[in-house]
């Protein structure tokens, strides 16, 4: 059974303001000592982009109109499969440059759907 997109692009949603709200308390530095805030972020990295490859599954117009989400599928790929190589400082720079931009655009998406 295929989800709603609409509940996909909560689950995004839901997870980038997570991340958001994990970051917004740390610096590089921090993030790079502290396995547990490190992992916190990759892992909701992962659910951002998971949700992200369902909803272009399910809806790939709307998957579309989300810019970058296809890198952001991407970065969950290497976080899952490349997880040995993973570079801290391009996690955190996803975090901080990626992430805000993201997170607006999927705000945007689901105030359109929900008008």
Known sequence: MERDPRALLWDALTAARLI????????FERFDRD????????????????ALAQLA?????????????????DFRNLLIHGYAVVNRQRV????????????????????ELER
Do not use: C, H, Y
Request: hydrophobic share 50%; aromatic share 4%; charged share 25%.
């Open 20 to 27: 958001g709200s994990f970051a917004a308390a740390a610096d």
């Open 35 to 50: 396995d547990m805030l490190r992992s916190a972020i990759e892992r909701q990295l992962e659910i951002l982009g998971e």
């Open 57 to 73: 599954k399910v809806a790939p117009d709307l998957a579309a109109r989300l810019p970058d989400a296809r890198r952001a599928i």
């Open 92 to 111: 955190w720079a996803v975090v901080q440059n990626d992430l805000p931009k993201m997170t607006a655009a999927i705000e945007t998406q689901i105030n």
